[in-house]
Each structure stands twice: as structure tokens, then as C-alpha cells.
């Protein structure tokens, strides 16, 4: 693997900031919020879009959002705690803190089954409802029921079986061990101890105002519905956390090797471990999703809340993170995540660029461009400029390298025969910048915004009457 080095990861974070606002409008979702961290340094903390369609109130970075299954590395985390104090073991067996549940088939459940969802344990009951606001969420009493109810689905350490209900009892086995409340304990001994000021382990009415409005998918509507926001109950050490992508990067460094605030680097091992492989290039350890990303190898969790989708990796080892919020039920965050690291790979290839003409500023190529077909992206990254397609899920997949032949001229040269390899990207620049750019197909471009607004002042496009004024084929120059 490249080492990692603060300048491709700026390159990166440069570039994933404009793909963020474009994919935001593209992908029609209400708003994203996302952070980078890198060592101590929080080199992105921006949001993109609304915190609430109704309003059209512009998102924050400091609005909050409901992370779900970011929840289950904060309770991981505790019970590490608590392993490390000495008040329970991981192989404890979940009956020996939770005793209704001795007559249970999961009595014999450890405590790191549990944590690996390697227990075999119902995802979330007979009757999962809750999570469409059919009712509350359910309680202590609720839960306990639904340990009893036929709960054992798989065979204990049979195979990877995500399960909400098996975190819930997690939740009471930190409560039993600690002598605190869940609530109480994560609190006090990690959002405290971080100093996240803008997280916590359930919903809370007081700040109400500060949360982003969930919103429902554009799968089975027209129009996006919004959500109320609801106290997770006794499922919070599964899927009660709020938060903001810059405090879940800054949790995340938590889980940084070498920094021990939390736990021992011992531990933070012990969590990052895989247990089980759950899906091509997946896999999960104790509390943590592990997956690999090119070759870099990350741990996270995302997380699935009526109207949120969210998603945080790191790389422990270099000390890098990445957090995307969303407000809606079908926003993908984790595939935003997944490309972060992506473009990381891409500003870190040690492929040879050609050698730049003197005097030449590779800046003044880069930009977003449009024309009645496509969108694209001239992205550098360290001394290379690419050709981006930021309408795709993964702009990196088959990038067009540039070459550069002159001030005004870039020369095409992807792999892909369908392109236009060898051809030439001829600019035009004006006193304000870039006018237009003639290149893939011999079409030409214009800034976005330009062009985006000339679109949205049109009722029809006919011959001689393109959406940008043509002024002929008059070369390429300054103007």
C-alpha cells in the first residue's frame, strides 16, 4: 500500500467536497452533512443542501442526525471498558448478567457473540414495525420479551446474523455490569471523555430545533415525506445515537491506534479483528464493519434510522476517517464514504504523470463543466489532471488521465476506445476564467453554473438554438 501522505489526502478532500455538492443535487437528496479527519486535523466539515424541505432552511455542519447503527460501536466500545476495568469478561455468557434469560436457548450466548452477531439472534423480533413508526420503539420489558420469543433463529457461532435485538441486550449487560444506566454510562465514559459535544446516546426533545428533518425515498413517491423523530427506548445501544459528521470523526480518532482515551490499543485490535465474513470484500469484527477499499483496509459502521442514512470509516493505522450524513431513507451515504477513499486511491497512484510545460498552472484547467450530454470534472491530484465523470457512483472507475500540451490545451488519454484517446481538450479563457471547453466528441463545455442556468431558462431546444449562445468555430485563445 502507498504510504499515505497530507497531500493526496487534501487532493482528495478538495475534490470529494464538489463531488458531495453536486451529488447532493444530482441524487435529489434533501441534504448531506460530511467531515475528514486526518491525525488530529479536520480538514472537511461542510453541508450540502437542507435541513428541511419544508423550510428550505440550509443544513449545517452543526445540525443533527440520528446515526442508528453507529450505536453499536459506542456500546462495543463500553463493554471494552468494562473488559479492561475487570467488571465483565468477553466470554461471559449472556445469562449470567441478564438471568431471565437463563431458561432461553440464548442463555449460552457470550457476551463477544453477542458483540460479533455470531449469537444466531433475531434481528428485531416477530414484529419489527417500530421501525415504521407503526408504534414506540420497544422497552426494557419489550426487549426482554423478545430474548424469550423464539429469539435463537441460528445456531449460536453458526454464521454472521445481524441482530438489533441482540445490541439491546448488550445495552442491559453494560447497565448490570457498570451499575450505571446504557445512556448514563456512554456518556460519561466516551461522549464526555471525547468532549462530543454534539452527540448522545438517545433523542433529545430539548434540542430539537438542531436536528435535520428525515425524509422518506423517492422509490414509492413523488415527493419525500417527512419523518418524526423518535426515542429509540430500550434499542438505543443498537440505534439510539445523534450526532454531526465532524463529532463522529473526532470519535472516530478514538479508535485511532495509539490514541488510548478510550481503550488500550490491545483492545482497539480486538475490536478491528474480523469474525465473520459477511459479503464480498466484508466483513465484521466486535462492534465494527471491516472492509477493504482498493487496498486500504477500513473499519466503520453505517447506520439506518427512519429518514437518516449514514456511514463513518477509518483507517486506524493512518489515522485517517471520513462521515456522510444523510436525511433521507434512501440517501447513500455509505457508497459516498466508499468513494472518499476511492479518490484517496487515485490521488496516491504512483503511476509516472508527464512532465508539466514550464509556466504552465495545472489550476487554471480544473473545474466543472457541462453540455447537453454529460456533466464532467477536470480534478487534479497532485501533478496529474484527470477527466471525472461526477455523475456516477464511483467517479473513479476508468478516470481519463490529461496530459498537458500547452496553456490553453489538454490531451485525452483513457484506456477506454470508446472515448476519445489522443484527442484534444482545447480551453478558452476569458477575464473571468474559463469561457468553454471543446473536447470529448469535439462537443464543447461550459462552467456548470453557467450552463445550468441557461437550461433552467429554457422551454425547448431546437437546431441553430442550443442552450449556450454559439460564437462559431473560432479558435481556442484568450479572449
Known amino acids: 500500500m502507498t504510504e499515505l501522505s497530507r497531500a493526496a489526502v487534501v487532493d482528495a478532500v478538495r475534490y470529494f467536497d464538489t463531488w458531495l455538492s453536486f451529488r447532493q443535487r444530482y441524487a435529489r437528496i434533501p441534504g448531506i452533512q460530511a467531515a475528514v479527519l486526518y491525525g488530529d486535523e479536520v480538514l472537511l466539515s461542510s453541508a450540502y443542501g437542507v435541513a428541511d424541505l419544508e423550510s428550505d432552511s440550509p443544513l449545517t455542519p452543526r445540525h443533527l442526525f440520528r446515526v442508528a447503527s453507529h450505536s453499536k460501536t459506542f456500546t462495543a466500545t463500553a463493554v471494552l471498558q468494562l473488559v479492561e476495568r475487570g467488571s465483565l469478561r468477553l466470554d461471559d455468557t449472556v ?92 456518556r460519561e465514559h466516551i461522549v464526555d471523555r471525547l468532549e462530543l459535544a454534539d452527540t448522545g446516546p438517545e433523542y433529545e426533545p430539548a434540542r430539537a430545533g438542531e436536528y435535520a428533518t428525515g425524509y422518506s425515498a423517492l422509490a414509492y413517491a413523488e415527493r419525500r415525506i417527512p419523518i418524526e423523530h423518535v426515542d429509540t427506548a430500550a434499542m438505543a445501544a443498537a440505534t439510539g445515537f445523534y450526532s454531526t459528521a465532524e463529532d463522529l470523526v473526532r470519535y472516530a480518532a478514538g479508535h485511532f491506534h495509539g490514541d488510548e ?74 457508497a459516498c464514504v466508499t468513494t472518499f477513499f476511492r479518490l484517496l486511491g487515485l490521488a496516491l497512484d504512483p503511476a509516472d504523470s508527464e512532465p508539466v510545460p514550464e509556466g504552465v498552472d495545472l489550476d487554471r484547467f480544473r473545474g466543472r463543466f457541462a453540455s447537453l450530454w454529460s456533466v464532467t470534472d477536470v480534478a487534479r491530484f497532485g501533478d496529474r489532471l484527470y477527466l471525472l465523470d461526477p455523475t456516477a457512483d464511483d467517479p473513479t472507475h476508468e478516470p481519463t488521465a490529461l496530459t498537458v500540451v500547452d496553456d490553453r490545451t489538454l490531451r485525452m488519454m483513457g484506456e477506454n476506445g470508446f472515448g476519445s484517446r489522443g484527442e484534444p481538450m482545447r480551453y478558452t479563457f476569458g477575464d473571468d476564467g474559463i469561457e468553454s471547453v471543446r473536447g470529448s466528441s469535439g462537443g464543447t463545455g461550459y462552467p456548470y453554473d453557467r450552463f445550468a442556468a441557461a437550461a433552467a431558462a429554457r422551454d425547448r431546444i431546437t437546431i441553430g438554438r442550443p442552450l449556450i449562445p454559439t460564437t462559431g468555430d473560432r479558435p481556442a485563445g484568450d479572449a
Not at 477499499?293 to 477500513?298: A, E, I, S
Open 261 to 334: 482515551r478510550l481503550l488500550t490499543d490491545t483492545s482497539k485490535r480486538r475490536m478491528q479483528r474480523s469474525q465473520w465474513t459477511t459479503g464480498r470484500d466484508s466483513e465484521y469484527g466486535l462492534g465494527f464493519d471491516v472492509s477493504t477499499v482498493g487496498d486500504r483496509r477500513v473499519v466503520g459502521h453505517g447506520g439506518g434510522y427512519p429518514g437518516h442514512i449514514t456511514n463513518t470509516k477509518l483507517d486506524p493505522v493512518d489515522r485517517l476517517a471520513v462521515s456522510v450524513l444523510t436525511n433521507a431513507i434512501d440517501g447513500a451515504a455509505g
Open 95 to 186: 445469562a449470567q448478567w441478564l438471568p431471565f434469560l437463563r431458561e432461553s436457548p440464548l442463555a449460552e450466548a457470550t457476551v463477544q457473540e453477542l458483540l460479533a452477531h455470531g449469537a444466531g439472534v433475531t434481528r428485531d423480533g416477530r414484529d419489527g414495525d417500530h421501525w415504521q413508526l407503526f408504534r414506540e420503539f420497544p422497552d426494557e420489558a419489550a426487549v426482554q420479551a423478545m430474548g424469550l420469543d423464539d429469539a435463537d433463529v441460528l445456531p449460536i457461532s453458526d454464521r454472521f446474523k445481524y441482530s438489533n435485538v441482540g445490541y439491546s441486550l448488550l445495552g442491559m449487560v453494560i447497565a448490570a455490569a457498570s451499575g450505571q444506566p446504557y445512556n448514563a454510562y456512554v
